[in-house]
């Protein structure tokens, strides 16, 4: 069993930046592929990104590629989220979630953990 605790959400001006951390506990993560998803206040749960266990490779859907980054510490059992220039649309509760298949990554069917979600909100 993985436990994911989500934290470093809070509020943040357009334009400006956020580092979210998820660490595990139960067991080690260094085996999980480890994504990202936000989900908006009416909206479904979106993918917002996935790096591969041994963090040699990352994904990304359009919507933030290039502003968000991706990064884990296997020996801290941690995950980060690096965001720049955030939107007011990029506003939502961020969740991290492990999973141990590769393909489908952004599919939220194929993680078996997930977290409690943190809260992003982007406003002036």
């Known amino acids: 069993q993985v436990q994911l605790v989500e934290s470093g959400g809070g509020l943040v001006q357009p334009g400006g930046s956020l580092r979210l951390s998820c660490v595990g506990s139960?067991?080690?993560?260094?085996?999980?592929?480890m994504g990202w998803f936000r989900q908006a206040p009416g909206k479904e749960r979106e993918f917002v990104g996935r790096?591969?266990?041994?963090?040699?490779?990352?994904f990304y859907p359009d919507s933030v590629k290039g502003r968000f980054t991706i990064s884990r510490d296997n020996a801290k059992n941690t995950v980060y989220l690096q965001m720049n220039s955030l939107k007011p649309e990029n506003t939502a509760v961020y969740f991290c979630?492990?999973?141990?298949?590769?393909?489908?990554?952004?599919?939220?069917?194929?993680?078996?953990?997930w977290g409690q979600g943190t809260q992003v909100t982007v406003s002036s």
């Open positions: 979630a492990a999973s141990q298949r590769y393909y489908s990554a952004a599919d939220d069917y194929n993680y078996d953990y």
């Open positions: 139960g067991r080690s993560i260094s085996t999980y592929h």
């Open positions: 790096i591969s266990s041994t963090g040699l490779t990352t």
